[in-house]
């Protein structure tokens, strides 16, 4: 099929060739009918029949670009039929075959679309049936539990007690891995709950450390952390107080001794940078530290490999962003970039 930009230079030849050629008809008979003595007058005839042909053809090819351009911004503008007379130039030609192409695969992407979010619809369905599937067993295995170590039905057994906090352990974390990958495949498909309020971020991380103090000094590291006491922006709290949590206790996990946190900040940012003395992070674990289901080489890895991959998405659900990078001494930070100016989407909390 020829394009377009082919086919009006095609039509402009054909049309200007065949006016050359009816021109030359009568040119010829009077040529030979007055001879030589005629020349002159045979030129000013045949300039002038030129010039009134070349009028006739160009009127036609502007009439038939005019018809095409019309059909082609009919389809354009999603009409099912384009308006306009139809001819049976090559531009006409061209521009009907491209509107049977056009229009075909406009009824294919619809068919898609539509597969698509019918698909859609069942997975969330799908999600939502196993979460409380498997949530309302995991939930009764810990509640059970709990009432076993609280002795309600009787006092226990060393062995007992035992048994009873290896079971409550493991349910939690079972219970906790099941959240984490529901939480995964929501911010993956932008359906995750964020209510964003005009929160203190510093009070947010201080609260975090508070908390990790007791998990740092079982391990023997030292924890602290840096910043103002007000620093407020537009973000879900809890959230925010998820992934530095998540951050923080990774670096308590892998510390080799101090974890520093480091709150600054900017006119149009805020940054939270984790910081640790530990083994610090390969050049080839970089690329691969934020993917679902990844963990470090080390022998101290532990986990599903899905916490750095839940942070980032509660990171980037505010608009920031997460980076890492291998410390030049020892250890590894981890950096959270929040816009301080982002204010709540229409319908979120703080924006009713």
Do not use: C, Y
């Not at 030979?32 to 045949?46: C, D, S």
């Not at 709950?193 to 203190?200: F, K």
């Amino acid at each position: 099929m020829m394009s377009l930009s082919m086919v009006i230079p095609e039509a402009l030849r054909r049309s200007l060739r065949m006016a050359v050629l009816i021109a030359s008809v009568p040119v010829a008979a009077l040529a030979l009918a007055i001879g030589a003595r005629g020349a002159l007058a045979l030129a000013v005839l045949a300039g002038a029949l030129g010039w009134w042909l070349a009028g006739v053809v160009a009127e036609a090819v502007r009439a038939e670009v005019a018809a095409a351009a019309e059909r082609l911004r009919a389809m354009a503008a999603g009409a099912t039929e384009a308006p306009g007379p139809s001819g049976d130039g090559a531009l006409h030609r061209a521009v009907d075959a491209w509107g049977r192409r056009f229009a075909e695969e406009r009824a294919r992407h619809r068919e898609a679309l539509t597969r698509l979010e019918e698909t859609e619809r069942r997975r969330e369905a799908w999600l939502a049936t196993l979460r409380h599937e498997l949530r309302t067993p995991l939930n009764s295995i810990v509640g059970f539990t709990e009432l076993l170590a609280a002795e309600v039905d009787g006092p226990l057994t060393e062995a007992q007690r035992e048994d009873v906090d290896t079971i409550a352990n493991a349910g939690g974390h079972l219970r906790s891995l099941v959240e984490d990958v529901f939480d995964l495949s929501a911010m993956t498909t932008g359906t995750f709950p964020v209510t964003r309020v005009r929160a203190n971020v510093a009070a947010v991380v201080r609260d975090v450390v508070r908390e990790a103090e007791g998990v740092a000094r079982t391990k023997g590291v030292s924890l602290r952390w840096e910043g103002p006491s007000e620093a407020e922006a537009w973000v879900d709290a809890v959230a925010i107080r998820r992934a530095l949590t998540n951050l923080v206790l990774n670096a308590i996990e892998h510390a080799g001794g101090a974890v520093t946190v480091t709150l600054a900040v900017k006119p149009a940012t805020l940054t939270v940078a984790v910081r640790d003395n530990g083994p610090g992070i390969a050049p080839g674990e970089l690329k691969r530290l934020f993917r679902p289901f990844e963990r470090g080489r080390t022998a101290e890895a532990r986990g599903a490999g899905l916490g750095l991959a839940i942070t980032l998405g509660l990171v980037e659900v505010h608009g920031g962003t997460l980076s890492a990078q291998a410390n030049d001494d020892r250890g590894s930070t981890f950096t959270v970039t929040l816009p301080a100016g982002m204010v709540p989407l229409e319908g979120e909390g703080g924006a009713r």
